[in-house]
């Protein structure tokens, strides 16, 4: 799958946003859709996608997040985007990017992911 790093969690209050950043090496993100996943506390094997992005800019979302989170890329940069926006505390999760047609299983190595704490 190539390389990919995630960063730009944070803490922040509810109703603030976040911008986090996927850099991936350029075989991959030429390659491949992108998905956004996140991981909650306490589910430590389930990895629920919660936006997607395909080579040619097509969008996919969560109905959780449909209106709040917009997922973006730049493929001169190698880089896809999640902006976090109207952020509640049940969107606090460690937040992966990966391949959302063949993602890792559960219990494989995601990554070290980005942290977002959303506070009440």
């Known amino acids: 799958q190539g390389q990919l790093v995630e960063s730009g969690g944070g803490l922040v209050q509810a109703g603030g946003s976040l911008r986090l950043s996927c850099a991936a090496s350029r075989s991959t993100l030429v390659l491949k859709a992108i998905g956004w996943f996140r991981q909650a506390p306490g589910n430590q094997y389930e990895h629920d996608l919660v936006?997607?992005?395909?080579?040619?800019?097509?969008?996919h979302y969560a109905d959780s997040v449909k209106g709040r989170f917009t997922v973006s890329r730049d493929n001169a940069k190698n880089m896809v985007y999640l902006q976090m926006n109207s952020l509640k505390p049940e969107d606090t999760a460690v937040y992966y990017c990966n391949d959302p047609d063949d993602p890792p299983g559960p219990r494989d190595y995601w990554g070290q992911g980005t942290q977002v704490t959303v506070s009440s």
């Open positions: 936006a997607s992005i395909t080579r040619d800019g097509r969008t």
